[in-house]
């Protein structure tokens, strides 16, 4: 069982920059992030595997959002740069043991989400 707990969530200004935390009990061969606006279906952000051989992100964030993990630390981060309102949703961290993709269906630890708030 891999427990993950995330941090880092606020509320910033559109243009602005925040850096989520996820930090997990155990070593998952992957890790990411997702996230889910009010009303709409939770959607793929960004995932990584644990030596960061692979590495995927979302057209939508491409160029702004930097996924990065740290081993000995058991925690991956998401730095989130040039904030747009639409980037408002809760974001959630993923793990799985032994898969990585773009699908919630692919992973199967959860973390209870942090809110994200951009003003415009």
């Known amino acids: 069982q891999v427990q993950l707990v995330e941090s880092g969530g606020g509320l910033v200004q559109a243009g602005g920059s925040l850096r989520l935390s996820c930090a997990a009990s155990?070593?998952?061969?992957?890790m990411g992030w997702f996230r889910q606006a009010p009303g709409k279906e939770r959607e793929f952000v960004a995932a990584m595997s644990w030596n960061g051989g692979m590495i995927y992100y979302a057209d939508s964030v491409k160029g702004r959002f930097t996924i990065s993990r740290d081993n000995a630390k058991n925690t991956l981060y998401l730095q989130m740069n040039s904030l747009k309102p639409e980037d408002t949703a809760v974001y959630y961290c993923?793990?799985?043991?032994?898969?990585?993709?773009?699908?919630?269906?692919?992973?199967?630890?959860w973390g209870q989400g942090t809110q994200v708030t951009v003003s415009s």
């Open positions: 993923a793990a799985d043991r032994l898969r990585i993709g773009a699908s919630p269906t692919e992973y199967g630890y």
């Open positions: 155990l070593r998952a061969f992957s």
